[in-house]
């Protein structure tokens, strides 16, 4: 059964980075399209970054393009979101999945499995 283990929350100053992993037990990330999603306190999971199975083709929401990156490293078995130039507003909780498809656009919630626990992330002065 695949496992997924978020790390790399914490709390940074506005303008900061932060580099997320997605680290797996169970089953291969090379070969699995992987999304990160982030959740608002009393909102819903929304997806903000993916990574097409076994590329390195990646798909962005609109408030994350040009300032998180997602790559994976098959050695480690591990998928990264390269965080800059932070916002306040991009406090949540982040989370991992393994998707069905790669859709080309943010993923889907509805279309992801194998949910990690998450990672906070606070960006605050």
């Known amino acids: 059964q695949l496992l997924l283990v978020e790390s790399g929350g914490g709390l940074v100053q506005p303008g900061g980075s932060l580099r997320l992993s997605c680290s797996a037990s169970?089953?291969?990330?090379?070969?699995?399209?992987v999304g990160w999603f982030r959740q608002f306190p009393a909102k819903e999971r929304v997806g903000i970054a993916s990574?097409?199975?076994?590329?390195?083709?990646?798909a962005y929401a609109d408030s994350v393009k040009g300032r998180f990156t997602i790559s994976r490293d098959i050695a480690t078995n591990t998928v990264y979101l390269q965080m800059n130039s932070l916002k306040p507003q991009d406090t949540a909780v982040y989370y991992c999945?393994?998707?069905?498809?790669?859709?080309?656009?943010?993923?889907?919630?509805?279309?992801?499995?194998?949910w990690g626990q998450g990672t906070q992330v606070t960006v605050s002065s």
């Open positions: 999945a393994v998707g069905r498809f790669f859709s080309g656009t943010a993923p889907d919630p509805g279309d992801y499995g194998s």
């Open positions: 990574i097409m199975a076994g590329g390195t083709t990646a």
């Open positions: 169970g089953g291969s990330l090379g070969s699995a399209t």
